[in-house]
């Protein structure tokens, strides 16, 4: 009897390699991609397709008599684009525009001629806006608008994306070192000695990363104007609380722990970092999250360093602070956790 094509002996090695590659954890990885990848368009369309600005911190400087009616008039502006504040002179609004409390200033002049201060360090789209927006309302009334830009961009910096592209990079680095790490050793420690030396890895990685990042976009490219030692030791810093919040995941949740990694980092932390479009004219939500992410924190330092004197940066340090004490804590502890479940394996595991 001739066997019916397709079926008989000569088709079980296929079936047989179909049913072994197609697992439940094969399955569950594929889903897992689809879904990074889904929301990875969902949160950068989301945060970036509509910008517009919304309550931005923004100084008024007029006499005592006209002050208290011209902050009224821009919080009454349609869909709040200004969070507006009487400042006392153009002396104080410089000022609070370098310290970051405000992000542009209105001063009005007797002759009809005002002037607008802006910091186009902080993101050229918001600078920008600023000025389309100020325009739009002094033109009706027969007044004239100049503009003056206290901390303006370098012009190696293209609309201020220099800062947010080092932090960006700086992001990669740490799980990218810590995903090259599992795929060499395991995504978990083999016991507490393993994970002690993975994070001394990440450390050194961090260092190096963080020099030559600060070398690239200082001296060799003039992007950034700050200290080249200021951007190093952020540099490193954003590396290492990447790398260690990876260590920290892949620990708990094995090679599950990147692709949650990169949810965090990449699919939340980019879009809401204020890089391509400042915090301000982000939606609400994106705007929330982004100063808690590595991104956020890391892009808004950088930008302080290069163009606002270094001001207003203790925050962001101390979330990437956190990012990295926490991540290198539950590194060890996921050692620590797994040495339990594994009871005869020695303290100083391999790496």
């Known amino acids: 009897m001739t066997p019916t094509p397709g079926t008989g002996p000569a088709r079980e090695p296929l079936r047989s390699a179909v049913r072994r590659a197609v697992t439940p954890w094969t399955v569950l990885v594929v889903a897992g991609v689809i879904a990074l990848q889904l ?39 349609p869909g709040s684009p200004l969070d507006p ?10 000022e609070r525009i370098l310290d ?20 186009s ?30 901390a303006p961009a370098s012009p190696q910096d293209f609309d201020g994306l220099s800062s947010f592209y080092a932090s960006v990079g700086w992001c990669v680095g740490g799980y990218l070192c810590a995903a090259m790490i599992a795929i060499v050793a395991g995504a978990r420690p083999a016991g507490l000695l393993g994970a002690v030396v993975r994070i001394a890895c ?51 949740f094995d090679i599950i722990g990147i692709g949650l990694a ?35 924190a890391g892009t808004w330092t950088a930008r302080s360093i290069a163009y606002f004197e270094g001001n207003a940066v203790l925050g962001p340090l101390l979330v990437l602070s956190a990012w990295a004490v926490v991540g290198s804590v539950l590194t060890l502890l996921s050692a620590v956790v797994r040495r339990g479940e594994r009871q005869g394996e020695p303290l100083a595991g391999a790496f």
């Open 202 to 252: 990440m450390a050194l990685v961090a260092l190096v990363g963080g020099l030559g990042g600060a070398v690239i976009v200082g001296p060799v490219l003039g992007a950034l104007p700050g200290s080249v030692g200021a951007l190093w030791g952020l540099g490193a810093l954003i590396t290492f609380a990447v790398g260690a919040a990876t260590l920290a995941l892949q620990g708990f």
């Open 262 to 296: 990169i949810l965090l980092v990449v699919v939340a932390g980019n879009p809401s970092a204020g890089g391509a479009l400042p915090p301000p004219m982000l939606p609400p939500f994106w705007e929330a999250i982004g100063p808690a992410l590595p991104p956020g």
């Open 100 to 119: 970051r409390s405000i992000d542009g200033a209105l001063i009005t002049g007797p002759d009809g001629g005002d002037t607008l201060l802006v910091a």
């Open 39 to 77: 929301l990875f368009i969902a949160s950068y369309v989301g945060a970036l397709h509509r910008p517009e600005l919304r309550d931005v911190p923004f100084g008024v400087v007029a006499p005592p008599a006209a002050a208290a009616q011209e902050t009224a008039r821009l919080e009454r502006l």
């Open 85 to 94: 504040r009487t400042v006392a002179d153009e002396a104080t609004a410089r």
């Open 121 to 150: 360090g902080g993101g050229a789209v918001l600078a920008t806006d600023l000025q389309r927006l100020l325009t739009g309302l002094e033109r009706p009334e027969g007044r004239t608008l100049r503009t003056v830009d206290v």
